[in-house]
């Protein structure tokens, strides 16, 4: 039976939950990982802002109890060295409540840092992918991951060294998760993971170097990473999240938009 559009919403928070914690204990094992009364805390305190991750968990959440989780959230925020997220899944709250989720936000010390978009589908397998610019090869080593995450760095603007740290020497990246890297020439120009959660395939840390972009490489890796990780785990739903500019990209692979997503950093 499909999924209603709310159960979508809810999957594409757990889905994060459950993805976001093996991640972030595989990159540091004594991180903050709490699951609290309307909140999920996923926290290394690093400097890949990645890891540094809060979001709300509640179902249809009302004006006082948004207010309330994010003051809480804030605070958890400042408490920490390192900068990171609160993730809202618009979708999870009231309708009614919506409206407000901006001021509330700049009440509790938030400012809103961009937008994004849950997706997901039942759309594996997927035929063999191909690009006649590319060839595909699988991170399995330090080499890969530098590589991997130097285009993190390109696409999201983000300090080489915090992108190199928050995964070069990782076990996980290089043995569960099906990580791939899109070489033209033999340089790496994109790359796309998934790794299993919860019966889904999870697809995460898609990026192309930006002088290549628009070409298909973005699409092509990411099919590679839902092909092989499909195949491995027999898996045939997909859940993602996707940044305003990743979006338009999804739909043609197979995925549909279920939830916005507002993403809030403490003010500076």
Same mark, same amino acid.
């Given at each position: 039976?499909?999924?209603?559009?709310?159960?979508?919403?809810?999957?594409?928070?757990?889905?994060?939950?459950?993805?976001?914690?093996?991640?972030?204990?595989?990159?540091?094992?004594?991180?903050?990982?709490?699951?609290?009364?309307?909140?999920?805390?996923?926290?290394?305190?690093?400097?890949?802002?990645?890891?540094?991750?809060?979001?709300?968990?509640?179902?249809?959440?009302?004006?006082?109890?948004?207010?309330?989780?994010?003051?809480?959230?804030?605070?958890?925020?400042? +408490?920490?060295?390192?900068?990171?997220?609160?993730?809202?899944?618009?979708?999870?709250?009231?309708?009614?409540?919506?409206?407000?989720?901006?001021?509330?936000?700049?009440?509790?010390?938030?400012?809103? +840092?961009?937008?994004?978009?849950?997706?997901?589908?039942?759309?594996?397998?997927?035929?063999?992918?191909?690009?006649?610019?590319?060839?595909?090869?699988?991170?399995?080593?330090?080499?890969?991951?530098? +590589?991997?995450?130097?285009?993190?760095?390109?696409?999201?603007?983000?300090?080489?060294?915090?992108?190199?740290?928050?995964?070069?020497?990782?076990?996980?990246?290089?043995?569960?998760?099906?990580?791939?890297?899109?070489?033209?020439?033999?340089?790496?120009?994109?790359?796309?993971?998934?790794?299993?959660?919860?019966?889904?395939?999870?697809?995460?840390?898609?990026?192309?170097?930006?002088?290549?972009?628009?070409?298909?490489?973005?699409?092509?890796?990411?099919?590679?990473?839902?092909?092989?990780?499909?195949?491995?785990?027999?898996?045939?739903?997909?859940?993602?999240?996707?940044?305003?500019?990743?979006?338009?990209?999804?739909?043609?692979?197979?995925?549909?938009?279920?939830?916005?997503?507002?993403?809030?950093?403490?003010?500076?």
């Amino acid at each position: 039976m499909p999924l209603t559009p709310h159960t979508e919403s809810v999957e594409s928070m757990e889905q994060l939950v459950v993805a976001w914690r093996a991640m972030v204990l595989d990159h540091d094992a004594n991180a903050d990982i709490r699951d609290l009364p309307g909140l999920a805390v996923r926290w290394a305190d690093s400097r890949f802002s990645f890891w540094n991750c809060i979001t709300l968990t509640e179902k249809e959440v009302t004006a006082p109890r948004m207010r309330r989780r994010l003051d809480e959230a804030a605070d958890i925020m400042r +408490a920490k060295k390192q900068p990171g997220l609160l993730w809202v899944f618009e979708d999870l709250l009231a309708v009614d409540t919506r409206s407000g989720l901006t001021v509330a936000a700049e009440l509790a010390g938030l400012q809103y +840092a961009f937008g994004g978009t849950g997706m997901a589908g039942g759309i594996l397998p997927l035929p063999e992918p191909h690009h006649p610019d590319l060839t595909f090869v699988r991170v399995s080593t330090d080499e890969h991951l530098q +590589a991997y995450a130097d285009l993190q760095a390109g696409a999201y603007g983000l300090p080489v060294e915090d992108c190199r740290g928050g995964l070069v020497g990782s076990v996980l990246w290089t043995t569960e998760m099906y990580a791939y890297l899109a070489l033209r020439d033999g340089v790496p120009v994109a790359c796309a993971a998934t790794s299993a959660a919860e019966n889904r395939l999870f697809v995460s840390f898609v990026a192309t170097d930006p002088q290549w972009q628009r070409r298909g490489y973005g699409e092509a890796v990411t099919r590679r990473a839902l092909c092989e990780g499909a195949r491995a785990t027999g898996l045939t739903r997909a859940t993602l999240h996707a940044t305003e500019a990743g979006a338009p990209m999804y739909p043609r692979i197979g995925f549909r938009a279920n939830t916005p997503i507002r993403f809030y950093s403490l003010k500076t």
